[in-house]
């Protein structure tokens, strides 16, 4: 059984890179044809695709975060992270690390974690 688990300051100040790490467990982050991603949610709104490391390490990221945005690894604690540079408050949201597997869609997910934005 796959489990993710997100990690990270609660609290970011405007114009600081907010950080959060996506520890994995149950299965490796080499193995083939999975992509490692992170999602996030604003309260009162959708979900929002944000960017994927793959087993190969490579990385793709949405097009409107793609400048603040940098998604890295450590293969060692097979672990993810995530680095969203410049936050404002509208980068308040609770975010989301899951496995996307070309077979089954997004089929792991973490329980989320809540970062605000805030002076």
């Known amino acids: 059984q796959v489990q993710l688990q997100e990690s990270g300051p609660g609290l970011v100040k405007p114009s600081q890179t907010l950080s959060l790490t996506c520890t994995v467990s149950g299965g490796s982050i080499t193995t083939n044809y999975n992509y490692w991603t992170w999602i996030r949610q604003p309260p009162g709104k959708g979900l929002e695709w944000i960017g994927y490391?793959?087993?190969?390490?490579?990385?793709h990221y949405t097009p409107s975060l793609k400048s603040r945005t940098y998604i890295s690894r450590d293969t060692s604690k097979n672990q993810f992270t995530l680095q969203l540079s410049s936050v404002t408050p509208e980068d308040t949201a609770v975010y989301y690390c899951t496995r996307d597997s070309l077979a089954l869609g997004m089929d792991y997910w973490g329980k989320g974690s809540l970062v605000t934005v805030s002076s």
């Open positions: 490391i793959a087993y190969s390490g490579s990385t």
